[in-house]
């Protein structure tokens, strides 16, 4: 079962930068697929980027790619979210996911497993 806490998140100026880091304590998180994804005050929780179990597969949003890079080094538990050229529009309660696949696409829905959230706030 993963136990995922994120951490990171802060207040920053539009075309700053930011890394999130989400970590799992559990026992199993090379068999997961990792996920970021965002809710924005009155607005659903939506997708940001995901990553495979091996980390071979990628997948982004499409208003966060090309500024924002998932990775995850499995020997420290970690997934990481590298955001950059960030924008008034990207002020969320950042979410780590993870759920329990060996799919190359790491996929966009199922993710069972949430930690807190993690606050990020971009100024104009």
């Known amino acids: 079962q993963a136990q995922l806490v994120e951490s990171g998140g802060g207040l920053v100026q539009a075309g700053g930068s930011l890394r999130l880091s989400c970590a799992d304590s559990?026992?199993?998180?090379?068999?997961?697929?990792m996920g970021w994804f965002r809710q924005r005050p009155g607005k659903e929780r939506e997708f940001v980027a995901a990553i495979s179990f091996g980390g071979v597969g990628t997948d982004y949003g499409d208003s966060v790619r090309g500024r924002f890079t998932i990775s995850r080094d499995t020997a420290k538990n970690t997934v990481s979210l590298l955001m950059t050229n960030l924008r008034p529009e990207d002020t969320a309660l950042y979410y780590c996911?993870?759920?329990?696949?060996?799919?190359?696409?790491?996929?966009?829905?199922?993710?069972?497993?949430w930690g807190q959230g993690t606050q990020v706030t971009v100024s104009s």
């Open positions: 996911g993870a759920k329990e696949t060996y799919a190359v696409v790491p996929g966009r829905s199922g993710y069972g497993y």
């Open positions: 559990g026992r199993a998180f090379s068999h997961y697929a």
